[in-house]
């Protein structure tokens, strides 16, 4: 017995909500050393003040 | 007559900054596809059942011939649970071209007809291409795939295409000194399923933590640490939620001088080790047992290498 391929449409629905998660991912992934960078920079201000 | 006072020491500022990290000049991270390299290492080694010979002829600096035989039995496809097997013996012939390290081509021929080719060739400073394909006499099994890897300042990006309508795409990038994370999204176009997975790879000098999990239902995780300069210890869980297989391995990877030992055992009652001797330059002997004691399947296979 074979699997049912899915339907088309449906497939291609899913296609674009992965392909859509993997884009948002990547974006979180290229940001997060800036905002680490900028946590890190304001802490060091505040050593400064002291 | 009064000396100047020297200097204090900088290790002290150099092991100040390293406590401070430069999230703008992060290491490139490894590729995703050999993200679980170290626990591959240990845990997979090439095991066969049988007699391998293998010898290699260095033509030139760039060009290499290579002549391997293997005789052993092999395993088919069958039925019933028993494990069933026919003895076989394969030759294969090879050829290897690197014109390091921009190029390389790879190839392998079996008497039956099957050849397997590599190429690898940097298009520029950046940018890889890859392809590596498997043909066959038999109608419609065979496969090839093409790659393209990009390598950025800080991360790795990787596009592949491969026939039956098979498209991926992976992303992996260094968020601190030590942790990366990666993504990967795939069509198969042939069967119409789409996919995405979610890796995180952490390492220090002395040990490397992974985790990987898609949405086909695979759960990869794996842990290596070294004990020692010689001694490597290495597990993993690997499981799928959907089909609920769950598997649980422990290796240990052991270097000395002149040989390497690599074993493992895991939770389905497989008990491996892979043994590599070097006896003179260029001759090295080789050992391999897997003993899988639920299937009753108990495989022991002797080499030698020739050539380096």
Known sequence: MFMRKPD???????????AAMFGAWVVVIRVTPYVLHFLSTKKEELKLDL | MATPIPPPPAAAAAAAADTKVDYLNLPCPIPFEELHREAMMSLK????????FDFTKMLNQKFSLNHSVLMGPTEVPSQSTETIKIPTAHYEFGSTFIDHPRLLLWGRILTDGRLNARVKCDLSENLTFKANAQLTNEPHMSHAMINFDYKGKDYRTQFQLGNGALLGASYIQSVTQHLSLGGEVF?????????????????TDKSVATGQVASTGMVLLSYVQKVSEKVSLA?????????????????YDYILRQCRLRGKIDSNGCVAAFLEERLNMGLNFILSAELDHRKKDYKFGFGLTVGE
């Open chain 1, 8 to 18: 088309k449409a449906a497939a291609q629905k899913q296609l674009k909500s992965h």
């Open chain 2, 45 to 52: 080694p090439d095991l066969f059942e049988g007699m391998r």
């Open chain 2, 187 to 203: 069509w198969a176009g042939q069967h119409r399923k789409s996919g995405i997975g979610y890796a995180a790879r952490y390492n």
């Open chain 2, 235 to 251: 597990s993993e869980f690997m499981c799928n939620y959907l089909s609920r297989d769950v598997t649980a391995s422990f290796g």
